[in-house]
């Protein structure tokens, strides 16, 4: 008997009993057990606090960034072992890239967005400083900082790769370290998946744990600095969230859950046109990929009553071309699904549907199949149905399968109610070349979907598809769909941090969250900033250039050398009548440039490129005669790990005589390190 490991507090370790049995999807031979009797699982979370949390947290996010890099690189190179194994859960050489590519992806691209979006120390500023006193001397910020707990992650079995790495990495990036608990029926993949990752020596200890099998007791241990992820059934997700442990500590829950998507053929859309194609292609697409394993596959394919006939034989035609079996013979387009029990379990979901639905293709009972036992193993045909948009089961019953049905509307309100009567999906789409169809569909059913999709011979080439998450988007939906959320970029790592606001004096805030705060200690030395390599700047440090006075000459040359000669600037009597000028006043933009001149360094030196300005704000006019000053000063300092240089964000704010602010802005530079 071949026992799958778990990986706990440091160790492969084996559970003790029988367990239960794993079985390859297309021969049904037993692949291996999984047991997690007998585990100190409270061990295995004071592990991952103890011991994974304070190695994350000793890392910055941009260091962590660097590992998830790494990491995907590592997994991309062991890609056909992922693959061969893949095969076993039943899934094509398509399906597995699907989830091991995906998979990596989410790596990759959670990796980028670290490096680009999150600075580059631990703390997460979340909006501006809020003023709370007259005189600017008690203000408050929020912060996020990661939790001193686990994140312990209930997979499903569809995704054994793409599920696990799309909830590690934005847990990884915030700092948190991870369980891993797979699905039964497909987690001897993800066994392997965990394997290459612990075995790269990327990660820090405890940073990842492995549960193979149950939960056991770890729900009982979790603490109200804890989270749990889950995906799956939406019933099973009912009975975690109202755990006893998790009610009382408050243990943050998010689920994502099964639901019925639904993709809407516009009126427009009809049978010769691009966007009638596109449907077809996509609906046969998200029927047969993963064997319709997919949490976001179209489940309800609403189709407008005069276009249903055409649409049901352009799908019959592509199911058709369909091949079942076995997923090593290239032949075969659609493997197995995850086990015999799944099968039962669409089946079961399929007679509900057909009490009341017709069936237009396939059949639940039997399939012919290539280079496989069809009764050994999952398969199922593709099968699709046609039924009454009233009817009841369509809006109700998830076939976790290769499975839609067709529903057809009369009208763009009746089809807005009947994507609401699903009660809450995770993506839906609508193919259509009418923008005035598309916005009364999408502003109608956002509020019961995460994502929408819409598809027309625009975005073809370049869409991600209908049932494609991606990890800079949000990937959840409402009600039946779980209420949760994860992924959505930098949204997702937040999810994994406690927001705090603090208060404070200027100087308090500065030095509690590494970035300067207006009011707060300024530093002028004899040299200037911009001579200062990336090492040796300081947050605070600060020049001050001007005055310098802007003339009726300045106004007219720098008019009539960019063109711009708006009235305001040009005309006294027109700009006597603005009220908000009521005389001739300078361009904005002279008073930055102007700015600019008073601050530059000259000479070559460590600054090597102004790359942006950010939150550019002209606050009061400037007129003819009136003196600009501008005090720059470094904001925040992000070194670049694998660059030569740096950025840094410095406060603008340009002053006249009488010291109110004209201009306020942040200045973004690349600055080179001395020692790169």
Not at 1 to 24: I, N
């Amino acid at each position: 008997m071949v026992v799958v490991p778990s990986y706990l507090a440091g160790a492969w370790q084996e559970g003790s009993g029988d367990g239960r049995a794993m079985f390859d999807a297309v021969t049904g031979e037993e692949v291996g057990r999984l047991s997690t009797s007998g585990l100190d699982l409270a061990g295995a979370a004071s592990y991952a606090r103890t011991v994974g949390g304070p190695a994350l947290r000793d890392l910055s996010f941009h260091q962590r960034a660097s590992l998830l890099k790494a990491l995907a690189g590592h997994l991309r190179e062991h890609r056909d072992e992922l693959y061969a194994v893949s095969a076993r859960t039943g899934a094509t050489l398509g399906d597995s890239k699907f989830d091991v590519d995906g998979g990596v992806g989410v790596l990759a691209a959670y990796a980028s967005k670290g490096k680009r979006e999150l600075p580059a120390g631990s703390v997460l500023l979340d909006g501006d400083v809020e003023p709370l006193s007259k005189d600017g001397s008690f203000l408050a910020q929020h912060v996020m900082t990661p939790l001193r707990g686990v994140a312990v992650q209930v997979n499903a079995y569809n995704f054994p790769v793409w599920g696990p790495l799309e909830k590690l990495a934005p847990a990884f990036l915030a700092g948190v370290p991870s369980i891993i608990k797979p699905a039964t029926p497909t987690a001897f993949l993800t066994a392997e998946l965990v394997e290459l990752v612990v075995g790269s020596g990327l990660l820090p200890e405890g940073s990842v744990q492995f549960l193979a099998g149950s939960v056991g007791d770890l729900f009982d241990h979790l603490t109200e600095q804890d989270l749990v992820s889950f995906t799956g059934s939406a019933s099973t997700a009912q009975q975690l969230r109202t755990h006893p442990v998790l009610t009382a500590r408050a243990v943050r829950f998010t689920a994502e859950a099964d639901s019925l998507n639904c993709s809407v053929l516009g009126p427009d859309a009809g049978p010769g046109t691009p966007e009638f194609d596109l449907y077809v292609r996509q609906l046969v697409t998200e029927m047969t990929v993963k064997a319709g394993q997919k949490c976001t596959a179209i489940r309800r394919a609403f189709v407008p009553g005069e276009h249903l006939d055409a649409v049901a034989e352009a799908v019959i035609e592509g199911l058709g071309r369909v091949t079942v079996g076995n997923p090593s013979n290239p032949d075969v387009r659609m493997g197995a699904l995850a086990g015999l029990e799944q099968r039962e379990e669409v089946r079961r979901s399929l007679k509900a549907l057909t009490d009341s639905a017709q069936v237009l293709f396939g059949s639940p009972d039997t399939v012919e199949v290539v280079d496989a036992d069809a009764e050994r193993g999952a398969f199922l045909s593709p099968v699709l149905l046609r039924a009454d948009p009233n009817t009841a089961a369509v809006h109700e019953v998830e076939a976790f399968g290769p499975v839609s049905t067709l529903v057809p509307y009369s009208s763009t309100a009746q089809v807005v109610d009947l994507a609401a009567r699903g009660q809450g999906s995770l993506v839906g789409s609508v193919v259509t070349g009418d923008p005035e169809f598309a916005r009364e569909v999408v502003l109608g059913v956002a509020p019961w979907h995460g994502r929408l999709l819409v598809l027309d011979q625009a975005d073809a080439k370049s869409s991600t598809g209908h049932g494609s998450p991606m990890p800079q988007l949000v990937h959840g939906g409402p009600g039946r769909a779980g209420g949760g959320e994860e992924m959505g970029g930098v949204r997702g790592i937040t999810h994994h941090m406690q927001r705090t606001a603090v208060q404070g004096s200027p100087d308090m805030l500065t030095a509690i969250t590494g970035r300067w705060t207006p009011g707060s200690a300024r530093t002028t030395t004899e040299e200037h900033p911009f001579r200062k390599h990336l090492e040796a700047l300081r947050v605070g440090d600060t020049v001050v250039g001007g005055p310098r006075t802007v003339t009726q000459d300045d106004v007219e040359h720098f008019a009539e050398f960019t063109g711009d000669t708006f009235y305001a600037h040009m005309d006294g009597a027109a700009a006597a009548q603005n009220p908000f000028f009521g005389e001739r006043v300078a361009h904005g933009y002279l008073v930055v440039s102007f700015a600019a001149g008073l601050f530059v360094d000259p000479a070559p030196g460590p600054v090597l490129a102004n790359f942006g300005v950010d939150s550019l704000r002209f606050l009061t006019p400037v007129k003819f005669g009136d003196e600009l000053t501008i005090t720059l000063t470094a904001k925040q300092i992000t070194p670049r790990d694998t660059a030569a240089y740096g950025e840094v964000r410095w406060d603008a704010d340009v002053t006249n005589q009488s010291g109110d602010s004209v201009a306020r802005y942040d200045v973004l530079t690349l600055v080179a390190k001395e020692a790169p």
